[in-house]
């Protein structure tokens, strides 16, 4: 019904910056948020920054405070993540998070996407 397609995980070196893009498409649906998570090697999945739908209120992780930005295209249904300064520590795969309900359904719940790979080394 929705899928949610995220692009532009890559090696980066440290200091570097990197733009990942998170397409929602499929269905007719209503977002109500939009999340960024990352997973590194042997650790859990953690949050990195989410903005509201409608208003387009940011949170973010501590970690990533300053450094990172999340925004939005609400026409194209697309969430970015701009990570500036990157550290080696950032490395890990980047997951695009989706607060929606498809139109008709009156059920909201959360989709994920297939995760992009963001390696920082030099």
């Known amino acids: 019904q929705v899928q949610l397609v995220e692009s532009g995980g ?3 070196q440290p200091g570097g910056s990197l733009r990942l893009s998170c397409a929602a498409s499929g ?4 977002i109500y ?4 998570y990352r997973q590194a090697p ?7 920054a989410a903005i509201s739908w409608s208003g387009g209120s940011t949170y973010y992780a501590d970690s990533v405070k300053g450094r990172f930005t999340i925004s ?6 697309t969430v970015y993540l701009q990570m500036n300064s990157l550290k ?3 490395t890990a795969v980047y997951y695009c998070n989706a607060d929606l309900s498809v139109t008709g359904t009156m059920i909201r ?4 996407g297939q995760g992009t790979q963001v390696t920082v080394s030099s």
């Open 27 to 30: 269905s007719s649906f209503s």
């Open 72 to 77: 939005r295209d609400s026409a194209k249904n």
């Open 109 to 112: 719940r959360d989709y994920w």
């Open 42 to 48: 042997g650790k859990g999945r953690e949050f990195v």
């Open 10 to 12: 890559c090696l980066v």
């Open 88 to 90: 080696p520590d950032n």
């Open 33 to 36: 948020v939009m999340r960024w």
